[in-house]
């Protein structure tokens, strides 16, 4: 990374706000990734503004971070500069039912809040664990329920800087995709309208789908969730299980035996592992069914 580019940065946020070769192993649940070569932790919006005009004048490339729970990153890492919003994370509850949270709120935060406020919706995405700005990027859901049904409105920042709200309709939210996917928008936060409930159903309702989540997922092992997204007409995990790779390893990289959608790290996996035996899966389902599976993570980097 040019060196204009990190003293540049340093007048824009403070440099215990940037991390130099900072591993992505650290910040992705899968547990693996390389350096990149700048690691931004941003306090303000101001700060992302200045920021990423700066990478645009520089040509910079770059990508924003939330929990890294849908994300797979090369071992080689990222050459360009990862902006985290870890310190965007403010929940707060509005006219009694809207709840307007912060891009890098946790689904679990803000699902613990609405709870305790009595406000119903929001049990599906409790166990999702990312934020909610990744979970309004992919149009996260879960048990019947996903962001489209719960949104009202989604503030972002455009590359050029310039702030937008976006309306449900604006959002074309589709299945694990939304407008901005893909378009280096920013989001800045979210407004979800939930109604009223009674807290002790609400409760019933989180624990009951934790209670499923940790039967059917292998939730001790890291992962990104379900790899691959749900082919038309099929299960992902039902034609890998029909494939015979269930528990198929690449290195330290495995189809989970309890649940086949769930590529796991069994401890040591590395990066290139995992994307060897997903494209292994891809080609062997492919042969089998000529179904073409498509990864729901996002990859990050040179493979
Ligand atoms: C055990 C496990 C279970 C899971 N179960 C589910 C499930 O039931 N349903 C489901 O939908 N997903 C599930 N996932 C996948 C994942 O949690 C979701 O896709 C989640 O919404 C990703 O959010 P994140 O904050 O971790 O995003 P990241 O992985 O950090 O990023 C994902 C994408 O969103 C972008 N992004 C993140 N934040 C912002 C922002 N503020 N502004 C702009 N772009 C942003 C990133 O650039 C990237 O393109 C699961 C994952 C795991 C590990």
């Known amino acids: 990374m040019n060196n204009d580019v990190y003293a540049a ?7 215990q706000d940037i991390l ?26 101001e700060e992302i503004k200045g920021v990423l005009k700066l990478l645009k004048r520089a040509e910079v490339d770059f990508f924003i971070l939330g929990n890294g729970s849908n994300l797979l990153v ?16 403010d929940i707060n509850i509005e006219d009694e039912t809207k709840v307007v949270a912060q891009a890098g709120a946790m689904n679990s935060s803000i699902a613990m809040l609405a709870r305790d406020n009595s406000l119903t919706g929001f049990e599906f995405a409790a166990g999702i664990p ?7 990027i992919m149009n996260a859901g879960a048990y019947g329920g996903e962001m489209k049904d719960i949104t009202s409105k989604v503030t972002v920042l455009s590359s050029d800087g310039e702030v937008i709200k976006l309306d449900n ?43 499923k989540r940790k039967e ?40 989970s035996e309890k649940h086949c959608g769930f590529v796991i790290n069994k401890g040591n996996a590395t990066s290139a592992d995992i994307y060897e035996l997903i494209r292994r899966v891809q080609d062997k389902v492919y042969e089998d069914f000529s179904v073409k599976l498509e990864p729901e993570v996002i990859m990050l980097g040179d493979f």
Not at 23 to 45: D, I, K, N, Q, V
Not at 74 to 89: E, H, P, Q, W, Y
Not at 130 to 136: Q, S
């Open 130 to 136: 990312g934020t909610i700005g990744g979970a309004m």
């Open 216 to 255: 059917k997922q292998p939730l001790e092992y890291p992962s990104a969730g379900s790899t691959f997204k749900r082919p038309e007409g099929y299960f992902a995990g039902k034609l890998i299980e029909d494939a015979g790779l269930r528990g198929f390893t690449v290195g330290g990289a495995a189809v």
């Open 74 to 89: 090369s071992d080689k890492g990222f050459d360009g500069v990862i902006i985290s919003l870890a310190n965007f994370a």
């Open 169 to 211: 309709q604006a959002m074309k939210f589709g299945y694990r995709t939304s407008a901005i996917k893909g378009k280096n928008f920013v989001v800045l936060a979210a407004v979800l309208d939930l109604q009223k409930g009674d807290k002790g159903e609400i409760a019933g309702k989180m624990q009951e789908l934790a209670l």
């Open 9 to 15: 940065l340093g007048q824009i946020i403070s440099k």
């Open 20 to 45: 130099e070769n900072e591993l992505m192993s650290r910040h992705t649940t899968f547990r693996t990734g390389g350096p990149a070569s700048l690691f931004l932790r941003p306090r303000t919006t």
